[in-house]
């Protein structure tokens, strides 16, 4: 079966094939390091970190890009509002320099990079600081200026839409009318609406240009980035679907009419949003969880993981504690029953960790090729377990085959040492048991789960699991 992705920009699943195979370019938006990400923002790189997982998984060679913007991003899509660095600046009350700005960049990030860990994603190995590429802003921005798509306000340098003519392709329609008229009124020396900056002036704090002091727009520096490393056009750009209206739009156009080559990406993917009830998750809302919330209560943050990975990446997911829970529960089964299957045989001085069935990694890679089926892949696995006419061997080889794709952290476990207090807890159970002395035994089994231990009795003999 063929590669199968959910393209943006066409509306439908089409066949992936790269532009220079078995390479693939893969930009996917970062973060805005003026704060900790929430766990809204982090779908986007566990939607990312699948795909590039299956898709290596599937003999390609990814090379994958993501920008740290810690510059230029306006809180309002209509290039006013606050800088968002300058607000993580004011909120810690830091002076307005650009060595400061870097300062809380590089403290973000490190954070960022934290959690991208715990969540078991792998960290891109282009991973790159907007504020390091202005000059590449600044060159693209020129060469727009020599096409006449650009014009100067008395704020900035702007994109002429009107000199695009299938300007918003990726969005699918134009703005509304209320949308249209409020982005000019926050500006009225633009001359379209949907006009976007690619240089902000600011004269106290910014970099130089030739066209005044001041920072690249959001827009240009993805586009920037994006050429420097992956050329003028490449394979895959993901992000969340809030970047698909102004973002990536905007990113399209100024690629595509600087360059003068279509298309400017092949694909493009994004992910749906987390929501607290009815509503997206956001900072600004003050909404938001922090993975760090689900490590003070004693989580495993790769819980989020599997949970995230019980939806599609195109479905919008609700947020819940009992939701959450449900899959802490379902993952620790997976955990026990891989843990269940033994250690590796010694066959003939040799550790035989036994071989990956064919049938099942077939099924396996004919749901994540179909537009990364993350749901079907996960009930393949619980199937996994529950065959009988497999070897424990083969199950831990064809589950950590998976793996390679799911990045739940099979290959981590350890077998956990259970405390002496409760082994000899289950041996005196066990022994009531044997005499009969079934309150004794229910007894001492409540014990044990206070411990946090359950036992479990199985063909005359019991095992020890960890609740």
């Known amino acids: 079966m063929s590669l199968k992705f959910y393209n943006t920009l066409s509306r439908e699943k089409e066949i992936f094939t790269p532009i220079n195979p078995p390479d693939v370019g893969f930009y996917s938006c970062g973060p805005t390091v003026y704060n900790y990400a929430h766990i809204g923002n982090l779908r986007s790189y566990v939607f990312a970190d699948i795909l590039q997982k299956t898709l290596e998984y599937c003999g390609y060679k990814v090379h994958r890009v993501m920008n740290i913007t810690d510059i230029g991003h306006l809180s309002s899509d209509a290039d006013s509002g606050e800088d968002k660095m300058t607000k993580g600046l004011l909120r810690e009350g830091k002076e307005l320099t650009l060595k400061n700005m870097r300062e809380l960049a590089e403290f973000y990030t490190e954070k960022f990079k934290d959690d991208l860990r ?6 891109p190995h282009g991973i790159y600081f907007a504020s390091d590429y202005v000059k590449e802003d600044v060159d693209l921005i020129k060469k727009l200026e020599e096409k006449k798509y650009t014009y100067k306000t008395s704020d900035g340098v702007y994109f002429d839409t009107s000199k695009m003519p299938d300007y918003g392709i990726l969005w699918g329609s134009k703005k509304n009318t209320d949308e249209s008229h409020s982005r000019i009124s926050e500006n009225p020396e633009k001359r379209n609406a949907e006009d976007f900056a690619l240089w902000k002036f600011n004269s106290k704090i910014g970099f130089e240009s ?3 002091t001041g920072f690249p727009g959001w827009h240009i520096e993805c586009s920037a980035m994006g050429i420097k490393f992956l050329g003028e056009q490449f394979d895959l750009h993901t992000g969340g679907i809030d970047h698909i209206p102004t973002h990536h739009t905007n990113e399209i156009a100024q690629s595509e009419c600087a360059t003068g080559k279509k298309p400017f990406v092949k694909f493009w993917m994004h992910n749906e949003f987390v929501d607290t009830g009815s509503e997206k998750m956001a900072k600004s809302k003050g909404n938001f969880l922090r993975l760090e ?35 802490e529960t ?4 997976l ?26 990694q077939n099924k396996f890679k004919e749901y994540v090729e179909d537009d990364l089926d993350t749901p079907r892949a996960l009930s393949l696995l619980w199937d996994v377990f529950k ?35 409760v082994t000899g807890l289950a041996k005196e159970r066990e022994l009531a048991r044997k005499n009969k002395d079934f309150k ?12 946090g231990y359950e036992v479990k009795d199985m063909n005359g003999e019991y095992k020890i699991n960890k609740i």
């Open 440 to 451: 004794k035994s229910d007894e001492l089994r409540k014990e044990i789960n206070s411990l």
């Open 210 to 212: 030739p066209w005044g």
């Open 335 to 360: 955990y026990n029953l891989y843990m269940a299957l033994g250690p590796a045989l010694e066959l003939a001085g040799k550790p035989e960790t036994g071989k990956v069935y064919k049938e099942y």
């Open 387 to 421: 065959d009988q006419n497999m070897s424990d061997a083969d199950k831990k080889a064809t589950i950590l085959d998976f793996d390679k794709v799911l990045g739940l952290g099979f290959e981590n476990l350890k077998k956990e040492i259970i405390p002496e207090e």
């Open 330 to 333: 379902a993952l620790k089964r």
């Open 118 to 123: 715990a969540l078991n994603i792998q960290i």
């Open 293 to 327: 919330s689900f490590t003070e209560k004693g989580i495993n943050p790769i819980t989020y993981r599997f949970w995230l990975l019980m939806a599609s990446y195109r479905t919008k997911v609700n947020f819940s504690w009992e939701a959450l829970g449900g899959s």
